[in-house]
């Protein structure tokens, strides 16, 4: 006989008259007592937050005209139990009969079946009958159900492994019904594992706000202040919505004698130590401690679904839910996922890794809700159809997607583990495989961009165990901030490199990872306008390279440029002259001249002979580096703007503006096949055609054109950029040639201020440039002794920077011979604009437009003795000084 609800089967021997008996016998577990069909209202929230729009989807379950079957689907601790405990005592309140079925495995739901069909008035023969085989168990539950005369309502909970229900019960286990409805929650999301006839709904995490209200109401807090509900969202943001863990959050702070009080000291607390935390919350928080087993701590409630798929076979799974947890909380391209690569570091008792496993261990993790798979860019991902393929390169790359939370968890559990250095082995060569794509290839941008935070996340989070994948860390890093060059992400290469700098130093001052990691942060450092950590940096990469490689080697050769390169930022004309003949004298005879270095060099060589005044000789090297480039096939596009732009620079400065504007063009061109308009090198390019249209008199044009640029330049460079505020100051100089003087002083004395403020200073023709044009404001006042003082100590200072035919200091010079004639002293006036026109003809040549200008000065002081043109009007004419430096652009 067997008893239904315990498992127990008794065999009868006697005088009975049975029209069926049966000697069986049954390896069936035994139980104390019947299974309860009851629900756990113990276990229900008093309230539930941020889940209207669930219940609200849930209400057909009860409303419903038609028999219902609705699957609640969702990751583990998202509250599926919490939503179905809901719905049950909501229909207890309309006197619907609830049976709550735990189906965890198909044992049990094969006995709480037989009971639901005893219950709702099955005859107990038939039962029996079922109970031993002779009839279906699942055809007599749901037919005693169809009949049954008042509305009833089955919930299935936890119905995580449907197959083994389904091995226990027939294919036929779970279905609809006109006479009450039926609710399902599982973490088994595919369609595939239900009836055709049922509605799917997944459960997200809480939102910001319901997850907020959760934490403060489960903490009890008495009062609630506007920081207190402020501090509360950001601990739910980090908990990432998850409804376990902002429960054991809120009671861990309840608790009286507990040592975290505040929502900001329990965040803090994660940061510091994750899983202790979460560990020490659930051993403390009750119905949530590990007396109700192991599956509600939010240390192993995933580990449970991980389990579960070992036992399926698939023990990829976990080392791909590990494998993630060493990227970032961002979406993980699928292409990043190597077979080859997982096959050399995470070797799996269950077979080798292919194409097939791969797909089967991620299919397995998204029908647990573990992950989701679609689209990058695409908002919500439910709408995500991941069957799909992208129909063009604008629908994004599909990716992996992993909630925050479980992949911290992952991360802890991967840190306790002796596999961690294998598994991060695995992220950072996955990574590195992507070494070989040019991310000059417009057609790569979009997927260059996701991997960034990874690289970024491998470059922070790497453990000290670890520091042997430095040596791969290092060049998948530098090649990295290629992309971001050319994608103009300055600060973020800027981070990256620092980083990897800062890990570097622990290895010995020979391993070539350390030379590179010190060289990109130099590079980064430069580029970034952070010029003496530049200098600092860069000398210790030429010392670095010195000790393991000959003076004429490329690392030589490549720190030695750039330090010249630093040098001559810094306005060191004659110390990164000299550094770069040095090289150039290196590279003879052992390097082509179209190799890069070589190329690198010359356009260096031809900047110093720019900035030092030299523009016969800058332009003949500039067109020497463009017909170098020209020469190479395929040669990159980045590099060749950046040469072409220095040419179109020289031919500006030699007075070739129409010329200068051409070649502009055919920069911005090439920048804008390869860069986002905002790109630092686009706006450089865009300030000197704006600078030129202020030098032929353009003024409205180029101030429009100014005020756009230092708008996207304090967006994608900052305010304190020291390239924000050149143009800035070009601002300025317009302002001071149509008489706005007090807006102008202003705005010179914040970019002054905001030099001092960032260490900015050492850029010193910027500070001169600004100093010269307060001058001109000075000089506008009729404070002309003042101002003439002032033009003075530029011009020591231009003299003894930067010689004394630059063209900066014969700006300053012809402002100075102004000056002189502006307080009556017009002797001396005519013979410093003599000196002035010399040192132009020798520098510019006879037909320059500046050269142009102080000879009208000349004649002009020859001509009118008493009184110069430029005092004829009883206001003072605009300033005839600096039009505006060409900014240089970096390769």
Request: charged share 25%; with cysteine.
């Amino acid at each position: 006989m067997y008893q239904v609800g315990t498992g127990n089967q008794v065999n009868v021997e006697g005088g009975l008259h049975l029209h069926n008996h049966h000697h069986a016998t049954t390896d069936r577990p035994v139980r104390g007592a019947p299974v309860s069909l009851e629900p756990p209202y113990g276990l229900m929230p008093r309230r539930l937050y941020g889940r209207e729009p669930e219940l609200e989807a849930l209400k057909d379950v009860l409303d419903g005209p038609e028999g219902t079957l609705t699957v609640l689907h969702g990751m583990g601790g998202v509250g599926k139990t919490a939503l179905a405990l809901t719905v049950a005592a909501e229909a207890r309140k309309r006197r619907l009969r609830v049976y709550w079925v735990a189906a965890s495995d198909g044992y049990s739901v094969r006995e709480a079946l037989l009971q639901v069909a005893l219950r709702a008035g099955a005859a107990e023969s038939r039962v029996q009958e079922a109970a031993v085989g002779n009839t279906s168990i699942a055809d007599l539950a749901w037919e005693t159900l169809d009949e049954a005369a008042a509305p009833w309502l089955v919930l299935f909970d936890s119905a995580d492994d449907p197959k083994a229900v389904e091995a226990e019960l027939g294919d036929q286990w779970l279905r609809s019904s006109f006479s009450g409805g039926v609710l399902v929650t599982t973490r088994v999301g595919n369609p595939e594992a239900w009836s055709a006839h049922a509605r799917t709904i997944r459960l997200e995490p809480l939102p910001e706000s319901g997850g907020r209200d959760m934490l403060i109401a489960t903490a009890g807090l008495p009062h609630v202040r506007a920081e207190d509900r402020e501090q509360a969202a950001l601990l739910a943001r980090r908990l990432g919505g998850v409804p376990l863990a902002l429960r054991l959050a809120g009671l861990h702070l309840s608790r009286p004698a507990s040592s975290i009080r505040r929502f900001e000291d329990y965040r803090a607390a994660l940061d510091q130590d994750f899983p202790h935390v979460i560990d020490k919350a659930a051993s403390a928080s009750g119905p949530y401690g590990p007396e109700d087993g192991l599956r509600h701590l939010v240390m192993q409630t995933w580990e449970l679904s991980l389990d579960f798929l070992e036992k399926q076979g698939i023990p990829h799974a976990r080392i791909l839910m590990r494998l993630f947890s060493c990227f970032a909380s961002r979406p993980v391209p699928l292409d990043l996922l190597s077979p080859k690569v997982l096959n050399r570091t995470c070797e799996v008792p269950g077979g080798p890794w292919n194409d097939v496993v791969l797909e089967r261990s991620l299919n397995a993790l998204s029908d647990l809700g573990l992950i989701d798979i679609g689209l990058e860019g695409l908002e919500d991902p439910s709408s995500r159809d991941v069957h799909r393929p992208p129909q063009g390169p604008d629908e994004g790359h599909r990716c992996v997607f992993v909630h925050p939370l479980v992949a911290e968890v992952n991360a802890a559990q991967l840190a306790r583990s002796d596999d961690a250095p294998a598994t991060w082995a695995a992220a950072v060569r996955c990574l590195g495989a992507f070494r070989g794509v040019w991310p000059e290839d417009p057609r790569h941008g979009a997927f260059w961009q996701l991997l960034v935070p990874h690289v970024l996340e491998l470059s922070e989070r790497l453990p000290e165990r670890c520091e042997d994948l430095l040596g791969l860390v290092a060049p998948l890093n530098a090649w990295f901030c290629e992309y971001l060059r050319i994608s103009g992400q300055y600060t973020v290469a800027y981070g990256i490199t620092q980083t990897t700098y800062a890990r570097a130093g622990r290895l010995g001052e020979r391993a070539p990872a350390r030379f590179l990691a010190c060289y990109s942060f130099a590079d980064w450092a430069w580029r970034t306008s952070r010029l003496e950590e530049a200098r600092g940096l860069a000398r210790e990469a030429c010392g670095l390279a010195s000790l393991s490689h000959e003076a004429d080697s490329f690392a030589v050769l490549a720190a030695d440029s750039l330090l010249a390169a630093v040098h001559v930022e810094l306005g060191d004309f004659a110390t990164g002259e000299q550094l770069i003949r040095e090289i150039i004298a290196r590279l003879d005879g052992k390097w082509s001249l179209d190799h890069p270095l070589s190329i690198q060099a010359h356009h260096h060589f031809a900047t110093v002979l720019r900035e030092r005044g030299l523009l016969e000789a800058a332009e003949e090297e500039a067109r020497l580096v463009v017909s170098q480039c020209e020469s190479v096939p395929g040669f990159p596009l980045y590099t060749e703007a950046v040469v072409r732009h220095e040419l179109a620079v020289i031919i500006w400065h030699r007075g070739r503006l129409d010329e200068a504007l051409d070649a502009f063009d055919d920069v911005m061109r090439i920048q804008r096949a390869i860069m986002p308009s905002w790109h630092p090198s686009v706006l450089v390019t865009r300030f000197d055609v704006a600078s030129i249209n202020k030098v032929k008199g353009n003024w409205i044009k180029a101030l429009l054109e100014f005020h756009e640029i230092a708008l996207m330049e304090g967006d994608s460079l900052g305010e304190d950029h020291y390239a924000t505020l050149q143009t800035r100051h070009n601002i300025a100089q317009i302002l001071v040639e149509k008489g706005r003087l007090d807006e102008a002083e202003a705005l010179l004395n914040r970019i002054m201020a905001v030099r001092d403020r960032s260490g900015l200073g050492s850029r010193h023709e910027d500070v001169l440039a600004t100093r010269h044009e307060l001058v001109h404001i000075t000089a506008q006042r009729g404070q002309r002794v003042a101002a003439l003082r002032a033009w003075k100590d530029i011009l020591d200072e231009e003299r003894a920077h930067l010689g004394p035919e630059h063209p900066s200091t014969l700006r300053t010079h012809f402002n100075w011979a102004v000056g002189w004639a502006r307080t009556g002293q017009m002797a001396i006036a005519r013979g410093e604009m003599r000196k002035v026109l010399a040192a132009r003809r020798h520098t510019f040549g006879d037909a320059h437009h500046e050269t142009e200008e102080a000879r009208n000065a000349l004649a002009s002081l020859s001509r009118l003795p008493g009184v110069p043109w430029w005092l004829r009007s009883s206001n003072e004419a605009g300033p005839l000084g600096e039009e505006g430096r060409g900014r240089r652009a970096r390769d």
